[in-house]
Structures are given as structure tokens and as C-alpha cells.
């Protein structure tokens, strides 16, 4: 269960990251790991110390991926759809998983298992397909190797 909402916690984070050059992504990537996701109340928190517009602090929070508004499963499947991974396969394999799970991109299992996101190059293009399962990598994924992945994520 993710962290509950604190705010004077909150508080305490951007207070230790505002004397930064560019303190913005340092705060949000300090609350997200705190508290899980950026809520709402967060992004009203963090332009009003910043001193900037809640459109602006969202508006970053909506162009990177690694950000999220919701809270993920206890596991994060991350698949590349780059180009390498795209020319091999990697799409099918990955509508195939969202079809056999039920899910969106971003979205995760009603039981808070798993959630699938997407991700633009691990690094990995020799051993494409790839993906990230809670931060460790696994390459040369074909349909049945990537399903047995996100089951393994129980």
C-alpha cells in the first residue's frame, strides 16, 4: 500500500531541495519516491514554493514518463518500444501482454499486482526485445518469455 499524503512531509522534501540550481525535478523525484505517485496536492505544493503556476509543474509532470499521478503496482514492468525493440517484435509481444492482462499502457491489474508502462530504449538494442521488471533488465523477450516475466511479478 502506497504511503499516505503527508504534507508536512512533504514540506520537509522541497525545503531540502529548493536551494538547488533547478530544484524542480530533485523535489518530484523525491516525492514520487516518497510518496509513491505526484498527487495533486503536490503539484499545488511544489509551484506555490517554487513560484510558479500549477499548469508549469504539471506540465513537467506530465512530459516525463518516470513521473506518475496514480500510485504503481508492487511491481513495475517497463517495455521498450524503441526502434531496435520494434523491429523485433517487441510491439506484438507487448499488445499481445496488455491484451492477455487486460490492461492499457500505464494502467495497472485490478489487484495491484502490475503495472505495464513504456519505456523509449534500455540500453539493450543488441539483445532486443527487452524489458525492465522492478529495475533488472531482461533481454530477447519473445511472447511467451515476456508473459512468464509479468507472471513471475507475483
Not at 496488455?98 to 495497472?108: F, I
Amino acid at each position: 500500500m502506497p504511503p499516505v499524503w503527508d504534507s508536512l512531509a512533504a514540506e520537509d522534501i522541497i525545503t531540502a531541495h529548493e536551494a538547488l540550481e533547478g530544484p524542480m525535478l530533485p523535489i518530484l523525484h523525491a516525492l514520487q519516491a516518497r510518496f509513491g505517485c505526484i498527487p495533486e496536492e503536490a503539484i499545488r505544493l511544489v509551484a506555490a514554493r517554487l513560484n510558479l503556476s500549477r499548469a508549469e509543474v504539471h506540465g513537467v509532470v506530465s512530459f516525463y514518463h518516470d513521473f506518475r499521478r496514480q500510485p504503481a503496482g508492487r511491481h513495475v514492468l517497463k517495455l521498450c518500444r524503441a526502434e531496435a525493440c520494434q523491429s523485433m517484435g517487441g510491439e506484438v509481444n507487448a499488445a499481445h501482454l496488455l491484451r492477455r492482462l487486460g490492461l492499457e499502457w500505464g494502467a495497472t491489474t485490478p489487484d495491484g499486482r502490475l503495472t505495464v508502462e513504456a519505456v523509449y530504449c534500455l540500453g539493450l538494442c543488441a539483445c532486443a526485445p527487452n524489458a525492465m521488471l522492478d529495475g533488472e533488465v531482461h533481454g530477447r523477450l519473445g511472447a511467451q518469455a515476456l508473459e512468464a516475466l509479468a507472471m513471475e511479478a507475483s
